[in-house]
């Protein structure tokens, strides 16, 4: 059977956010549909473009939370 795969499916295959059987469909299809693969391919070249960022919550952020689950955080005016 032959599916038609949009391009949310094929970033959802390069992020890892498919199941495993999705993922062999999709790579199944790679290697027997040329303009699939060349979309994915364009796909993946622009997804290693994108800058690597990582953010972290500041340290008093963190404390809050914590606080706030023992019961312990003071209500702020």
Not at 17 to 44: T, V
Request: net charge negative.
């Amino acid at each position: 059977m032959k599916h038609s795969y949009t391009e949310e499916k094929l970033i959802q295959l390069i992020y890892g956010e498919c199941d495993i059987f999705e993922r062999l469909e999709i790579e199944d299809s790679l290697q027997n549909d040329l303009c699939l693969r060349e979309n994915y391919d364009e796909l993946y070249k622009t997804y290693h473009k994108l800058p690597k960022v990582k953010f972290a919550p500041k340290a008093s952020t963190i404390n809050n939370i914590l606080m706030y689950g023992k019961g312990t955080l003071e209500a702020m005016c």
